[in-house]
T-cell receptor, first 112, second 115 residues
């Protein structure tokens, strides 16, 4: 597969652990945030999103937390599995004009 | 339902040449966006087309252009290729104009190498 990014921060966890991936966003006016997962050789895949009027949103095994005070976003993955190994990106968007800004990404490695 | 398809998957060109990449969105999707992904800059938005009109544009030089056809298929063109244009070019489609209410679905990308 293709490498989607070099020099990425890397998080290594054991299967079954909980993972927390962090993202600092840049624009205090951003009002919509998305987490994507990108596996080697594939395009990004939507995981979960959150609007700025919320500070927490839960999905299946994933939770996104938003702290607007410090412009910080996190993705929590419960009971991490080897299939969760991928690069994870956050994206921020402002207003109705969809011109997203993406974070650099974090490489998650899950050891069986 | 078939996903977003991109052709070709891999492409090698030399500096100064031009290249055209193609994207077929998910059936029924009217919006197509293009992104460039490099190790150095990460994922960057190029432009978005909706109903054959460019609605949004990222911060890229005029060498990067695109168009959308009446069947929603889209092409992007890069003229006078530079070494720095080597990247993975991703296409994404959504049912309507992408917004906080419309999820985008990405294709696998076209890996362009400029020699």
């Amino acid at each position: 597969g293709e490498s989607v990014g070099l020099h990425l921060p890397t998080l290594s966890v054991q299967e079954g652990d909980n993972s927390i991936i962090n993202c600092a966003y840049s624009n205090s006016a951003s009002d919509y945030f998305i987490w994507y997962k990108q596996e080697s050789g594939k395009g990004p895949q939507f995981i979960i999103d959150i609007r700025s009027n919320m500070d927490k949103r839960q999905g299946q095994r994933v939770t996104v937390l938003l702290n607007k005070t410090v412009k910080h976003l996190s993705l929590q993955i419960a009971a991490t599995q080897p299939g969760d190994s991928a690069v994870y990106f956050c994206a921020e968007n402002t207003g109705g004009s969809y011109i997203p800004t993406f974070g650099r990404g974090t490489s998650l490695i899950v050891h069986p | 339902k078939a996903g977003v398809t991109q052709t070709p998957r891999y492409l090698i060109k030399t500096r100064g040449q031009q290249v055209t990449l193609s994207c077929s969105p998910i059936s029924g999707h009217r919006s197509v966006s293009w992104y460039q992904q490099t190790p150095g800059q990460g994922l960057q938005f190029l432009f978005e087309y909706f109903s054959e009109t460019q609605r949004n544009k990222g911060n890229f030089p005029g060498r990067f252009s695109g168009r959308q056809f009446s069947n929603s298929r889209s092409e992007m063109n890069v003229s006078t290729l530079e070494l720095g244009d080597s990247a993975l070019y991703l296409c994404a489609s959504s049912p309507e104009a992408p917004s906080s209410y419309n999820e985008q679905f990405f294709g696998p990308g076209t890996r362009l190498t400029v020699l």
